[in-house]
Nanobody
Framework: QVQLVESGGGLVQAGGSLRLSCVAS????????MGWFRQAPGKEREIVAS????????YYRPSVKGRFTISRDNAKNTVYLQMNSLKPDDTAVYYC????????????????WGQGTQVTVSS
């Protein structure tokens, strides 16, 4: 059973940066596609970015493209989300997730989910 633990969240001013990490235990992520999702209060969970298990293909939702970067280090069983130029609208709980099988950039059908890390961007 793969367990995912996110870290790196916090409070930051608009325009600032944070780097989220997602570390896996109980299994390897080397063959898993990974995704970062977020959920703001009163809103549905939405996909932020995803990365193929090879690391060669990524997806970003339009509102974060050019500001966020997803990456992975399979040797460390870790996936990252570098977030720059943060905006108050980025405030949410951020979750990482893992899935196997075919690559589908915008799917929400993931096998494993972390507990989330809070990101708060002040104006």
């Amino acid at each position: 059973q793969v367990q995912l633990v996110e870290s790196g969240g916090g409070l930051v001013q608009a325009g600032g940066s944070l780097r989220l990490s997602c570390v896996a235990s109980g299994g390897t992520l080397s063959r898993e596609h990974m995704g970062w999702f977020r959920q703001a209060p009163g809103k549905e969970r939405e996909i932020v970015a995803s990365i193929m298990w090879t690391g060669t293909t990524t997806y970003y939702r339009p509102s974060v493209k050019g500001r966020f970067t997803i990456s992975r280090d399979n040797a460390k069983n870790t996936v990252y989300l570098q977030m720059n130029s943060l905006k108050p609208d980025d405030t949410a709980v951020y979750y990482c997730a893992a899935r196997s099988g075919y690559w589908v950039a915008t799917t929400y059908d993931y096998d494993y989910w972390g507990q989330g890390t809070q990101v708060t961007v002040s104006s």
